[in-house]
């Protein structure tokens, strides 16, 4: 049951541009959602989260929006830059119901051209 | 740099065989989860150890268990290895359960042949 959905396995886009990445989940109890970028032969690093109280949670150049209501949430990356690239996780969890199971979409991977 | 290590880096191992995968968590972390991220997909939780008690298991087979150590080191078992059980294996620290902001480790790429 894949509950946590990227639709898309890729994205590249020009350095200074915006990259915008999406995710989609099914299930309603999911409260707390993060993203997560992977370098090749590292673990995950955590980037970004927002609670299901906020709509919006900017960090710098990430910004991740939640709208609860189409069960939806994207990561926002201005200006991109080539260090950017990797591939982007997203997870939903709801930390007092399911012991931190964090479920993770298949990622996306960006590419971000000079 | 996330100061969660684990070891080996990578493994092979027979079908049929077991496996011991370690994992050294942040200091001063005292919650240590497991996932499995098989090519081209998401990491998928496998269990959660909260001061040496699993506290939280997905939806992997009794053949999958663990361990963690006063230290909050942690291991995790693999009997009866399956081809399928080839993956990249991720240890995740926390500080306490319901931080979600987990550190992950490099992970451990296992081949099952």
Redesign the interface.
Known sequence: DQQ?K?NSPSLSVQEGRISILNCDYTNSMFD?F?W?KKYP??????LI?ISSIKDKNEDGRFTVFLNKSAKHLSLHIVPSQPGDSAVY?C?A?N??Y??????????TRLTVKP | ETGVTQSPTHLIKTRGQQVTLRCSSQSGHNTVSWYQQALGQGPQFIFQYYREEENGRGNFPPRFSGLQFPNYSSELNVNALELDDSALYLCASSGRVGNTEAFFGQGTRLTVV
């Open positions: 946590v990227q707390y993060l997560y032969a590292e673990g995950p690093t955590f989260s996780f997870a969890t930390p007092t399911n012991n931190n199971d964090m479920r993770f979409g298949a990622g």
